[in-house]
């Protein structure tokens, strides 16, 4: 059965770095495009950043674009988010996820979750 599980988020200043990373295993990694989805206090889901299965081609909100770097390491089944400059409003839970299907475009599975909070 599929799963994933992140780690990295903990408590950063405004303007520090945190790197996230998401240990999938149970699937053929190399084989599927993934996804980091996060949610801030009081709202609702919002998409982070996609990256394909060979890791050449990346997409990423226009909220995070030229400070979040999404990367994967298919031989360590290892997905990443580099973040930096972060700000107070990246302050979310972030999630790791698979995209089952490229027609519909919808996560089939998703880890639980690592917090992140920006604050001085």
Known sequence: QVQLVESGGGLVQPGGSLRLSCAASRFTFSSYYMSWVRQAPGK??????????????????????????????????????????????????????????????????????TQVTVSS
């Open 44 to 113: 609702g889901l919002e998409w982070v950043s996609d990256i394909n299965s060979g890791g050449g081609s990346t997409y990423y909100a226009d909220s995070v674009k030229g400070r979040f770097t999404i990367s994967r390491d298919n031989a360590k089944n290892t997905l990443y988010l580099q973040m930096n400059s972060l700000k107070p409003e990246d302050t979310a839970l972030y999630y790791c996820a698979r995209i089952g299907s490229y027609y519909y475009h919808e996560y089939d599975y998703w880890g639980q979750g």
